[in-house]
């Protein structure tokens, strides 16, 4: 019964994956008859590329934005929705549609709404007296724009993760909790949060995944730029192999990624067991 | 992830089309797949298959006259197919890499012209020099001068122009009239001169006389030029950040800085451009003559514009860098296809032909016939702007043939936004970038 699935897994991930770790040990242009076989030097390339270095920063920025401002703004919605008030159906609905329209259309949408001289920000930044911001054109505040976009992209999603897990947090201990004098923190920190640690264990694993393939945002509304202050390890790899033709030092970067999640996923896993209650 | 990104690409070169000033696309056969040619004795034609990668109406207009050829020449049969984007690592170049490494390539496709040098170098397109030598109308004595820049490598012939385009200079005539000034500018200083003189206002009224494009292709202009080069003769170093290849770019920095020029940033900063100045918020520009259609219609008859020769600097000669696409045939497919393949590229640009895709679609004419044709000349007097481009065309400098020229523009598009959307200082960022393509240039070989 497993065997299609292995078939499907051996030709669409095992394959690619072994023949990108080979690439990244030549220097082609896809279509020249004899490749150059470089050992790593593609990787020493990318070590000494300032561009890539640059992407790698960008893609832990975005990382470690996504965790501090999407997963506590998820928990809170989160919450809020778990506490049985009137219109949560309706409300759950919007929050969570974001996450349901596709990355490139709300990229499209917020190029628009982020335009300098336009845009709706703008023109609304204006009305208050305030200075027009560049939100995609300088290099300084591009990246925070993209984390933006990706934050409310998100936002919906880990909501309703929490959500699922705050729904099963049994009553009982919570009652017991209260009966005891326990205060809201106190049930929150003590009772909710290790109850639902699960789904914030799960969370956290997408949530830096995901942070680290960021691409769409990045390809719609901003390309990369300005002078690579958006790039990140996906859209470098992208923009190298496909856009440079330079498949070598593409494919290293490639798997720089692969290890940098695998690397991550090993120590969410390895830490995770310590504060994880699975049972309860 | 992958198919994620797929999606988006496929998406984002989609809406790129559209954003190109496209309505509605495009028909897709499916399964165009050459299935090599007929068996011999029977009479079904040869099917040639055709990739390329324009939206819209442009995709419209090559499907008609694709159906025109077909009804015309019963022996062979064009399956054209719209594959995406054909600018440089747009989805068509990425499909047509992908289909030369499966062994399974279009018969002929549209390629942009700094891309021919990749493709040729690699061997993948057929040598059409000795098809064009014995041409009745396609000699390369029958093109308009310059227009066969960007379509030879190493001295053979490996394409022929499709739809190309030049970089004009772009001016509000009505903004000019109030300002005083009478004609466009024909040298930078003049033109650094009329921008402060036409700038006035402020806040979100503020005019503004010039606005550069952040973009590599007038880039390529603005350095050949200013008396410079953009790679050494061996295509080995770049030669770009040199100071005489900086003119120019300094120039419309300087107007930057001193609030006379606006620059536009962001993925749509093309459209974005084309808007400004048709919405009277710059007086001045630098655009493809593909983009006159959009801009006319955008404008549509609310100020007088015209078109000019791009202003040259310091008496240097004018360098304008050819743009658009090329159209080439794959090289080892079998000579029945590669012959049919021929028929079609040669009645494409054959008078008749080359006259109405430029009129419908506003890209040049290619053959110096097709100019002197009374429907194309009385064409040229409805449209003046045109009249411009063609001028240009003598002063056309391809960019250096290298197959890694596409990692150089690649660099140079960060380093101007680098310059105009952030104030970085022109020379040290320049240099910085000619040292990142060395860097890349070196460690590609070829």
Redesign the interface.
């Known amino acids: 019964m497993i065997a299609p699935y292995l078939v499907f897994v051996a030709v669409f991930v095992i394959g690619p994956l072994v023949y990108v770790a080979v690439l990244s040990t030549y220097?082609w242009?896809?279509?020249?008859?004899r490749p150059?076989e470089?050992g790593f030097?593609?990787y020493v390339?990318l070590w000494?590329?300032?561009?890539f270095r640059e992407s790698v920063s960008n893609s832990l920025l975005l990382a470690i934005g996504m965790f501090v401002f999407s997963l506590p703004l998820g928990f809170f919605f989160a919450v809020l929705l778990n506490m049985k008030l009137r219109g949560t159906v309706i409300y759950r609905s919007i929050l969570f549609s974001s996450y349901v329209i596709?990355?490139?259309a709300s990229g499209?949408v917020f190029?628009l709404l982020?335009?300098?001289?336009d845009g709706l920000l703008n023109r609304v930044l204006?009305q208050f007296g305030l200075q027009p911001i560049?939100w995609?054109?300088?290099?300084h505040d591009a990246l925070w724009s993209v984390l933006m976009v990706s934050v409310w992209q998100y936002v919906g999603y880990y909501m309703l993760i929490f959500l699922a897990g705050l729904q099963n947090v049994p009553e009982s201990l919570l009652d017991a909790c209260r009966v005891d004098g326990g205060s809201r923190w106190r049930t929150l920190w003590h009772v909710t949060l290790p109850c639902i640690s699960p789904n914030v264990f799960f969370a956290i694993v997408v949530c830096l995944i995901q942070s680290f393939?960021t691409?769409?945002q990045v390809?719609?509304?901003?390309?990369?730029?300005?002078?690579?202050a958006t790039s990140t390890l996906?859209y470098y790899l992208?923009?190298k192999g496909?856009?440079?033709?330079?498949i070598g030092?593409a494919a290293a970067a490639s798997v720089v990624l692969l290890v940098i999640l695998a690397l991550l996923s090993f120590l969410q896993m390895s830490l995770g067991r310590r504060w994880v209650v699975d049972e309860f | 992830?992958n198919r994620?990104?797929m999606?988006?690409?496929s998406?984002?070169a989609m809406?790129s089309a559209v954003l190109a000033g496209c309505g509605a696309s495009s028909t897709q056969s499916s399964g165009s797949q050459s299935t090599g040619n007929t068996v011999s004795g029977s009479n079904k034609p040869v099917t040639v298959t055709f990739w390329y990668g324009i939206g819209g109406q442009l995709s419209q207009q090559i499907q008609q006259m694709v159906q025109q050829f077909n009804r015309t020449h019963p022996g062979i049969h064009v399956v054209a197919t719209y594959q995406g984007s054909y600018s440089?690592?747009g989805a068509e170049q990425?499909k047509l890499?992908a289909a030369?490494?499966a062994g399974d390539p279009p018969d002929i496709a549209q390629i942009e012209v700094h891309s021919m040098p990749?493709?040729s170098?690699?061997?993948?397109l057929a040598d059409i020099t000795s098809l064009m030598n014995q041409s009745a109308s396609d000699k390369p004595t029958d093109f308009l001068q310059g227009m066969l820049a960007s379509t030879q490598f190493q001295g053979h012939y490996y394409g022929l122009p499709f739809n190309r385009s030049v970089p004009v200079f772009y001016y509000n005539k009505a903004l000019f009239a109030s300002a005083g000034i009478s004609s466009p500018p024909a040298t930078w200083t003049q033109l650094t001169q009329d921008a402060r003189q036409l700038t006035h206002g402020s806040g979100?009224s503020k005019v503004y006389g010039f606005e550069p494009l952040v973009d590599w292709w007038p880039w390529e202009y603005e350095v050949m030029s200013s008396g410079g080069t953009i790679l050494s003769s061996d295509g080995q170093s770049a030669t770009f950040g040199q100071p005489n290849a900086l003119g120019i770019l300094e120039a419309e920095s300087k107007l930057v800085q001193s609030g006379d020029a606006?620059?536009?940033?962001?993925?749509?900063y093309w459209d974005?451009m084309i808007s400004?100045f048709a919405h009277g918020?710059v007086a001045m520009d630098i655009d493809s003559i593909g983009s006159a259609g959009e801009i006319a219609s955008e404008i549509n008859h609310k100020f007088q514009w015209g078109t000019a020769i791009l202003p040259t600097y310091q008496g240097h000669k004018l360098a304008v860098p050819p743009g658009g696409g090329d159209i080439a045939i794959m090289s080892g497919i079998p000579k029945q296809q590669q012959q049919a393949a021929w028929t079609f590229m040669e009645w494409w640009t054959s008078p008749a032909q080359d006259a109405t895709w430029s009129m419908e679609t506003g890209y040049l004419p290619t053959h110096t016939a097709t100019v002197n044709l009374g429907s194309y000349q009385s064409f040229l007097k409805s449209n003046p702007q045109y009249q411009v481009a063609l001028s240009e065309l003598k002063y056309q400098v391809s960019a250096p043939a290298s197959?890694?020229y596409?990692?150089v523009v690649?660099d140079v598009?960060?380093?101007l936004?680098?310059i105009f959307?952030?104030g970085?200082p022109v020379t040290s960022t320049m240099q910085q970038v000619a040292g990142?393509v060395d860097?890349?240039l070196q460690?590609?070989?070829?």
């Open positions: 220097r242009n896809l279509l020249s008859p150059v470089v030097r593609n390339y000494n590329s300032s561009v596709p990355l490139t499209l190029t982020l335009n300098t001289h204006e560049d995609l054109g300088s290099s393939q691409f769409d390809y719609v509304m901003t390309g990369g730029g300005p002078d690579n996906t992208f923009n496909f856009q440079m033709v330079d030092p | 992830m994620r990104m999606v988006s690409i998406i984002g809406l440089g690592g990425q890499l030369l490494k990749l493709f170098s690699a061997g993948k979100t606006m620059v536009e940033s962001g993925p749509n974005l400004d918020k197959p890694n596409l990692t690649q598009q960060q380093g936004q680098a959307d952030e970085k990142q860097h890349d460690s590609m070989g070829d």
